[in-house]
């Protein structure tokens, strides 16, 4: 259940985070996928780490290592998308 509530915290983030410059916005199918991703990879890694610091619950430790995960894996994301196309230009 707390990789589910990672991914899905994880699509929600990676999506808000790939909008918000029209230069890394790899749209949103690839951005709720890489964020699904970055979420659940988040909730594993993260999650009980984080969960020790917020009230010993393994909840919140997945929703925030979902979260934290899901924007950092669609920021990056959408960077190497851009770089990409910026390299097929050339």
Do not use: C, K, N
Not at 4 to 24: C, E, F, N, R, Y
Not at 68 to 74: E, K, Y
Not at 75 to 89: D, F, K, P, T, V
């Amino acid at each position: 259940m707390e990789t589910l509530l990672g991914a899905v915290l994880g699509v929600m983030t990676g999506i808000g985070v790939a909008s918000m410059h029209p230069s890394i916005d790899p749209g949103r199918l690839l951005a709720a996928v890489v964020g699904a991703v970055g979420g659940w990879l988040g909730a594993v890694w993260w999650g009980p780490m984080l969960a020790r610091h917020l009230a010993d619950h393994s909840f919140a430790g997945a929703a925030v290592g979902g979260a934290i995960g899901g924007a950092a894996l669609a920021l990056i994301g959408g960077i190497a998308l851009a770089l990409w196309r910026h390299s097929q230009r050339d």
